[in-house]
Nanobody
Framework: QVHLVESGGGLVQAGGSLRLSCAAS????????MGWFRQAPGKDREFVAV????????YYADSVKGRFTIYRDNAEITVYLQMNSLKPEDTAVYYC????????????????WGQGTQVTVSS
């Protein structure tokens, strides 16, 4: 069974920071691109950031570029999303996902998903 487990969500004031973590089962981490997505109440799930299998390439949604950083620790089989300068519109459930079928912002690429972690940013 493949598992992705997110953690690190919570309640933070606007302008604050959070770091999300996604721990993966070992056999799906090596060679997999890892992405972060989010879904706010009443809205479709949207892409946030992705990192390729080696960690050498990243890509961000325009809405988070310059504020969020995705990185991975292959030794610890964990991918992180550092979120700075948070805004109320960042409030959502954040999901990590894994794929070996390329990498990019389309959620249809991703085969494995975590259960999500809630991020709430108060104004």
């Amino acid at each position: 069974q493949v598992h992705l487990v997110e953690s690190g969500g919570g309640l933070v004031q606007a302008g604050g920071s959070l770091r999300l973590s996604c721990a993966a089962s070992g056999r799906i981490f090596s060679g997999y691109a890892m992405g972060w997505f989010r879904q706010a109440p009443g809205k479709d799930r949207e892409f946030v950031a992705v990192i390729n299998y080696s960690g050498g390439s990243t890509y961000y949604a325009d809405s988070v570029k310059g504020r969020f950083t995705i990185y991975r620790d292959n030794a610890e089989i964990t991918v992180y999303l550092q979120m700075n300068s948070l805004k109320p519109e960042d409030t959502a459930v954040y999901y990590c996902a894994a794929t070996r079928r390329g990498w990019g912002p389309r959620d249809q690429l991703y085969d494995y998903w975590g259960q999500g972690t809630q991020v709430t940013v108060s104004s």
